[in-house]
């Protein structure tokens, strides 16, 4: 080999390694970046605001998309078991997400548009058969969460039944400080247009499904999509399907015909897991006050969300106002956290800092009762009443 030939070898070389290294660190400098707070932790709050946070429940959050292994304490994102462990948390909903359209925005995002998951499945190593299938992506990160249930020795504790919701709260009752998994879709896109793929989700342990993520599926319109329409006939069969295997359906980012669609046909409650109210910050995913008194009457559970296109603010004072302004429409009862966390957001807090949440709610006028009912009791009840 010539030193010329060798050089270019070398710089060759260096390269590929170079290549090799940023493609490693790509999904960890993409949360970085995506996921961010406001406010770095350690947080000092009240220990009554403490106390009222414990036994916490949060209805939405996305960690699971980024690659991280959850059992470790992170310095990038919004949660993990450590951090919600800290908190006092009981119960986090993990949401699986299989597909971004690229340039994603709250108004209009066509289902052709370049996918963000793809490249993140590309660049996180994915296995092969979830490249390209969004069933297959799901199931995957359902096989990651159930991965890490299993290493966590009974720390993180799958709750796919009502038995189960109830073993947690007797082992958190002798001291434990486990913390219930439950699993979510976000956006039917995963059955691909088969009814049958509902099954194959529930058996690897989803109970929680929304119709759409940001654009327009075979179920249904998304607030984000381009027709945004309501429920198609396969949706519609969808609902039933749902409300047969007890699997909660989830209207956020559902468009408006969809939440009345679904709202008109379901027999059993529904949640909207992470939105934000209309009278307080006016985007496209919010909810109207018609909307607030539906979903009252068909006996729903919302989740305030903490980002600032859902309440219009980047503190907790923000998030305590729709909260406010909720519990009037729709009464306390059917509240609920609704985080968010590692959707790609930023947050005013990580999960560390839910104790501000207890302080502002306090300042908007929420009894201590009101609070606890809004941080953990709601949800609670409402899970086991409607898990199988
Ligand atoms: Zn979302």
Not at 194 to 199: F, G, T
């Amino acid at each position: 080999m010539s030193a010329a030939v060798r050089k270019i070898a070398v710089a060759l070389g260096t390269l590929l390694v170079l290549a090799a290294l940023a493609f490693a660190f790509l999904p960890a400098l993409l949360e970085a970046a995506l996921n961010r707070v406001g406010q770095r932790p350690p947080y000092a709050a009240q220990p009554w605001a403490r106390e009222l946070m414990k036994d916490s429940v949060d209805l939405h959050a996305d960690p699971l998309l980024w690659g991280r292994d959850l059992l470790q304490r992170s310095s990038r994102g919004q949660v993990d078991l450590p951090r919600l462990q800290e908190a006092g948390a009981a119960l986090q909903v993990f949401g699986a997400v299989t597909q971004a359209p690229s340039g994603m925005n709250v108004s209009r995002n066509k289902s052709d548009a370049a996918d963000l998951v793809t490249a993140l499945a590309l660049v996180s190593r994915w296995p092969r058969g979830a490249w390209k299938s969004r069933r297959e992506r799901a199931l995957y990160l359902a096989q990651r969460l159930r991965e890490m249930e299993e290493r966590s020795n009974g720390q993180l504790f799958p709750i796919r039944s009502r038995a189960e919701l109830l073993a947690l709260f007797d082992q958190r009752g002798k001291g434990s400080h486990a913390v219930g998994a439950l699993l979510a879709l976000e956006g039917s896109q995963a059955l691909e247009g088969d009814l049958a793929a509902v099954d194959a989700l529930y058996d690897a342990g989803f109970r929680m499904m929304a119709p759409t993520h940001f654009t327009d599926t075979e179920v249904s319109g998304s607030a984000h999509g381009v027709a945004k329409g309501g429920l198609t006939p396969l949706g519609r069969r969808w609902l039933r399907k749902l409300e047969e295997k007890k699997i909660m359906v989830d209207l956020a980012h559902a468009s408006p015909q969809t939440v009345a669609d679904v709202l008109a046909l379901a027999t059993r409650p529904v949640v909207v897991s992470h939105t934000g109210v209309k009278a307080t910050c006016d985007s496209p995913r919010n909810l109207s006050d018609a909307q607030l008194a539906a979903l009252k009457k068909n006996g729903a559970l919302v989740g305030i969300s903490y980002f600032s296109s859902a309440i219009c603010g980047t503190d907790a004072r923000a998030i305590a106002r729709a909260m406010r302004y909720a519990a009037d429409v729709l009464g306390v009862k059917h509240l609920a956290l609704g985080s968010d966390f590692d959707g790609a957001v930023q947050t005013p807090f990580d999960v560390t800092g839910l104790p501000l949440l207890a302080e502002a709610l306090r300042a908007e006028g929420f009894s201590d009762p009101d609070i606890r009912a809004i941080a953990s009791r709601n949800a609670l009840r409402f899970f086991a009443a409607q898990l199988p």
